[in-house]
C-alpha cells in the first residue's frame, strides 16, 4: 500500500486516469510494532513523519487538541519545508479510542469520539488547510501557512480491545458454541492470537462504533499478529539497535562486557508474553533484571564480565560477576562496594 502511495506521487503520471490514495488503518494488539512499522517506512523512504495520539484529539472549540494541529507537527518534522511535508506520512495512534462511544445519537456531543472522527475526514480526504505557525487558536490577523493534504499518507492504527468478539459474533453465528469442538476451543495458538482479526470487515467497524466516511477513507485495513516466542528473542538480538546491544553498550562504557546467557533470552520472551506487553514490555524486564548491577558497577574497582542468566531475569538471583581470569567473583557487587 505504502509502495502504490509513492508510486502515484514520485512517477510521471500524465493519464486521464485520477489516482485516489490509499490510507491504512492497521488492527493489532499492543507492541506488535504498529508505530515502529510507520516509523521505519518514513525512515527508508526519506519523508517526515508525524505522530499523533487520538486520546487527545478533540473537536475545534473544546479543550483539547485541534486535528489540524497535527498538520503543524508534519510541517515541523518537515523544517517548515511545505512541499516537502505535502509528501509526509502522519501516523494517528490509538484510533481504537475515538469509536462512538455507544450506538445510539445522544443528545450530548461526543466530542472526542465522532466529533473527531468527522473533524478528520477532510484532511484525511485531502484539502488545502490554513495552519497557524505557531499552533494554538486561529485568528483573522494572523499569517497562516498553507498546506494541501491530498498526498500525505494517513496510517492510523490500534488494539482494538473486544474487535475479536464483534468478528466472532458475527463468523460464528449459526455454529457450535459450546463443547470440546466449540469455536472458542480452536482459535488461540501460542502468542495468543486468534486469527480473528483477520476477517475483520468494513460491517465489523461499524459496529465497533465507526462512523461510514469514517471507514471509506482508510481503504487499506491490515491486521498484526501478537509476537511469539522466537519472535520477541530476534527482537531482543537481532536488530541494529536491539535491546542487548543496547545494554551492552552501556556496559562496555564502564568496561565491562554484559552477556546474555541462552536460557536467559527465554525467559525474558516468557515473561513478555505473559504480562501480554509485547515487544514494548521487553526493555522493562531487562531493566529490572540490570537495575542494581547497572547503578553499583562504576563503584568497583577493575573490569570482567557480568553474566545475566534466567534467574536473574525471574529475580531469584543477582547477575554473576567474573574477573577477567573468568573466576566467579566470591562477593556480590552490593557487597563489593563496601569491602
Partial sequence: AVYNHYKRIWSDHDNDVEL?????????PSGSGKTHLGQTLAKILDVPLAIADATSLTEAGYVGEDVENILLRLIQAADYDIQRAENGIIYIDEIDKIARKNHNPSITRDVSGEGVQQALLKIIEGYTANIPPQGGRKHPQQ?????NTHNILFMCGGAFEGMDEIIERRAFKDKQTIGFQ????QLYDNAG??????NITSEDLLEYGYIPEFIGRLPVVVTLNSLDKDSLIRVLTEP????????????????WDLVFTDNA??????????QKTGARGLRTILEQSLLDVMYELPNI???GKCVVDENAILGTSDVTLLNLKGEKLPLSYK?????
Fill in 182 to 185: 466449540s469455536r472458542i476451543s
Fill in 240 to 255: 541494529k539497535n536491539a535491546l542487548i546491544r543496547q545494554y551492552k553498550c552501556l556496559f562496555e562504557m564502564d568496561n
Fill in 265 to 274: 533470552l527465554d525467559a525474558a520472551a516468557e515473561r513478555a508474553l505473559a
Fill in 335 to 339: 557487597e563489593q562496594k563496601s569491602a
Fill in 301 to 303: 574497582k577493575g573490569t
Fill in 143 to 147: 499569517d497562516y501557512l498553507q498546506l
Fill in 193 to 198: 492470537n486468534t486469527g480473528l482479526l483477520n
Fill in 20 to 28: 485516489q490514495k490509499a490510507n491504512i488503518l492497521m488492527v493489532g
